[in-house]
């Protein structure tokens, strides 16, 4: 069993950067996949990015080239630097985790531990 903290959100003007962090209790973080999903209000959570115990990393389409994920596993923690962000990056953000490596990353069904998600609002 993993417990999975966000911290880091709030509030940002559009075009500015803001730093996500999920900071993890098992110590055997770095065998881990971790990913960030998203849920704006009124609509379906959505995959962000992942990133697999080897360092290999994933985005959506919506996110590349804005948004970098990164983990320390000495510090069990996750991150996601979000740059240049927009409205439509309002959401609770959603660090998810799943032991070892599998297919299917970009599908929320494939993790079995969330963290309790943090509000991020991009105001224009």
């Known amino acids: 069993q993993v417990h999975l903290v966000e911290s880091g959100g709030g509030s940002v003007q559009a075009g500015g950067s803001l730093r996500v962090s999920c900071t993890a209790s098992?110590?055997?973080?770095?065998?881990?996949?971790i990913a960030w999903f998203r849920q704006p209000l009124g609509k379906e959570r959505e995959f962000v990015a992942s990133?697999?115990?080897?360092?290999?990393?994933y985005y959506s389409d919506s996110v590349k080239d804005r948004f970098t994920i990164s983990r320390d596993s000495a510090k069990n923690i996750a991150y996601l630097q979000m740059n240049g962000v927009t409205a439509e990056d309002t959401a609770v953000y959603y660090c998810?985790?799943?032991?070892?490596?599998?297919?299917?990353?970009?599908?929320?069904?494939?993790?079995?531990?969330w963290g309790q998600g943090t509000q991020v609002t991009v105001s224009s």
């Open positions: 998810a985790a799943r032991i070892g490596t599998f297919l299917y990353l970009y599908i929320r069904e494939s993790y079995n531990f």
């Open positions: 098992e110590r055997a973080f770095n065998t881990y996949t």
């Open positions: 990133i697999t115990s080897g360092g290999s990393t």
